[in-house]
T-cell receptor
Framework: DAKTTQPPSMDCAEGRAANLPCNHSTISGNEYVYWYRQIHSQGPQYIIHGLKNNETNEMASLIITEDRKSSTLILPHATLRDTAVYYCIVRVAGSSNYQLIWGAGTKLIIKP | NAGVMQNPRHLVRRRGQEARLRCSPMKGHSHVYWYRQLPEEGLKFMVYLQKENIIDESGMPKERFSAEFPKEGPSILRIQQVVRGDSAAYFC???????????FGPGTRLTVT
């Protein structure tokens, strides 16, 4: 079973920041938080991951709370192409811990 | 650098036929993973392979399903005697040796009629 809980759906206006929450209250000290997204009828796309520090890349920012029990993925200026299902996954890093266990994700709809 | 390639993108089979799904990993990637996705659900892990070696097939049904990743050529997921319940999207992912991020292909949508 997935170790994360996410809201089933969210709306966001185009051009605004989209903030997607994820709860992972049972996360272990050596588990990372990964985010993927899946645009309709396409394969999942890796977005970002982090352990305890906030992370930023060209796609998004990841904010992890100090107790690591929750995190937020931020898309700073959402566009219509960001409409997708976003998955938050926790896993131990390293090639021996390869299974990604997927929940139902959050369906993010960007509205014009 | 080409991404993960999967073919065919769509496959229709009648009950009892065989389905063969192919996956070519990204260049330089030697780890391949297969996942299955039913409508409105997240992906479910099936099998993890390295070249000529099955590392973990714990997510794959014991009967009718098999996977291989030969020394040369793509990884193959084979489903024998397909049934309607096999209808799903099958995704392949690859990763470099020792890396964490899995890069996914576009998937093969199998429909069993």
């Amino acid at each position: 079973d997935a170790k994360t809980t996410q809201p089933p759906s969210m709306d966001c206006a185009e051009g605004r920041a989209a903030n997607l929450p994820c709860n992972h209250s049972t996360i272990s000290g050596n588990e990372y938080v990964y985010w993927y997204r899946q645009i309709h009828s396409q394969g999942p796309q890796y977005i970002i991951h982090g352990l305890k520090n906030n992370e930023t890349n060209e796609m998004a920012s990841l904010i992890i709370t100090e107790d690591r029990k929750s995190s937020t993925l931020i898309l700073p200026h959402a566009t219509l192409r960001d409409t997708a299902v976003y998955y938050c996954i926790v896993r131990v890093a390293g090639s021996s811990n390869y299974q990604l266990i997927w929940g139902a994700g959050t369906k993010l709809i960007i509205k014009p | 650098n080409a991404g993960v390639m999967q073919n065919p993108r769509h496959l229709v089979r009648r009950r009892g036929q065989e389905a063969r799904l192919r996956c070519s990993p990204m260049k330089g990637h030697s780890h391949v993973y297969w996942y299955r996705q039913l409508p409105e659900e997240g992906l479910k892990f099936m099998v993890y392979l390295q070249k000529e070696n099955i590392i973990d097939e714990s997510g794959m049904p014991k009967e009718r399903f098999s996977a291989e990743f030969p020394k040369e050529g793509p990884s193959i997921l084979r489903i024998q005697q397909v049934v309607r319940g096999d209808s799903a999207a099958y995704f392949c992912a690859s990763s470099p040796l020792g890396e964490d991020e899995q890069y996914f292909g576009p998937g093969t949508r199998l429909t069993v009629t």
